[in-house]
């Protein structure tokens, strides 16, 4: 298989799946509703998000459910749902769907390595893992630096990472990058987040963050 669509059969959700080397990813972020997940509250991100993105909705309610089922739910995987501490390998083992699971570090090294052609910088790998649906790239271009806009990709293997951002604790969504959650822990406070905007990176958490989920194997039942 290459790339086609599965449902989880938690909730009938419909996702999209692409085969990158020996792995198989969701192409789409999460939305299954596990516990400390939400869709964004921000007012302010789900008005832009309408003005720029979804321009069939007439009700900030239209567009708070049209904004969650592109960019996805926000998830802790964190004792507790907290923002900092030792992750919930419980939780965060039945977050993705059957069969599917949160990918490690090194599991993003490996697609990363898959995506790298010679002499590559991580700009490059960073360009073939984003959409390349402009429209969907208008919210970030709402930031004053230039830094913080982050630019579309060229999503050569149909990953289509978008720039959802992740939530303060105040409820606040950044939305210049992608902030995906990986089940590495990196010290007795933090756990890795992988981070795609104009450049990849790994960093430690603090905030609520989305999910992609890789496949356990890469045979599909």
Request: net charge negative; charged share 25%.
């Given at each position: 298989?290459?790339?086609?669509?599965?449902?989880?059969?938690?909730?009938?959700?419909?996702?999209?799946?692409?085969?990158?080397?020996?792995?198989?990813?969701?192409?789409?972020n999460?939305?299954?509703?596990?516990?400390?997940?939400?869709c964004?509250?921000?007012?302010?991100?789900?008005?832009?998000?309408?003005?720029?993105?979804?321009?069939?909705?007439?009700?900030?309610?239209?567009?708070?459910?049209?904004?969650?089922?592109?960019?996805?739910?926000?998830?802790?995987?964190?004792?507790?749902?907290?923002?900092?501490?030792k992750?919930?390998?419980?939780?965060?083992?039945?977050?993705?769907?059957?069969?599917?699971?949160?990918?490690?570090?090194?599991?993003w090294?490996?697609?990363?390595?898959?995506l790298?052609?010679?002499?590559?910088?991580?700009?490059?790998?960073?360009?073939?893992?984003?959409?390349?649906?402009?429209?969907?790239?208008?919210?970030?271009?709402?930031?004053?630096?230039?830094?913080?806009?982050?630019?579309?990709?060229?999503d050569n293997?149909?990953?289509?990472?978008?720039?959802?951002?992740?939530?303060?604790?105040?409820?606040?969504?950044?939305?210049?990058?992608?902030?995906?959650?990986?089940?590495?822990?990196?010290n007795?406070?933090?756990?890795?987040?992988f981070?795609?905007?104009?450049?990849i990176?790994?960093?430690?958490?603090?905030?609520?963050?989305?999910?992609?989920?890789?496949?356990?194997?890469?045979?599909?039942?």
């Amino acid at each position: 298989q290459n790339r086609g669509t599965f449902t989880d059969e938690r909730d009938g959700q419909v996702y999209r799946y692409t085969t990158i080397g020996d792995q198989v990813w969701m192409a789409e972020n999460l939305r299954y509703a596990a516990p400390y997940s939400t869709c964004s509250e921000d007012s302010s991100f789900i008005r832009q998000y309408c003005e720029l993105i979804e321009l069939n909705c007439e009700t900030m309610q239209c567009c708070k459910e049209s904004l969650c089922h592109t960019f996805g739910r926000y998830y802790s995987i964190i004792e507790g749902g907290t923002w900092m501490g030792k992750i919930d390998y419980i939780l965060a083992d039945t977050i993705c769907p059957k069969g599917w699971h949160i990918p490690t570090k090194d599991e993003w090294k490996n697609l990363e390595n898959a995506l790298k052609v010679s002499d590559d910088n991580n700009s490059d790998v960073a360009n073939r893992m984003k959409s390349a649906d402009s429209v969907l790239f208008s919210i970030s271009k709402t930031y004053p630096n230039e830094q913080d806009r982050t630019t579309v990709g060229t999503d050569n293997c149909a990953l289509s990472v978008l720039p959802s951002g992740f939530m303060f604790q105040d409820g606040e969504t950044l939305k210049f990058r992608a902030s995906l959650w990986t089940s590495s822990q990196k010290n007795a406070n933090f756990a890795y987040t992988f981070r795609v905007a104009n450049d990849i990176d790994y960093v430690r958490n603090y905030y609520k963050n989305s999910i992609r989920c890789v496949m356990d194997s890469n045979v599909l039942e």
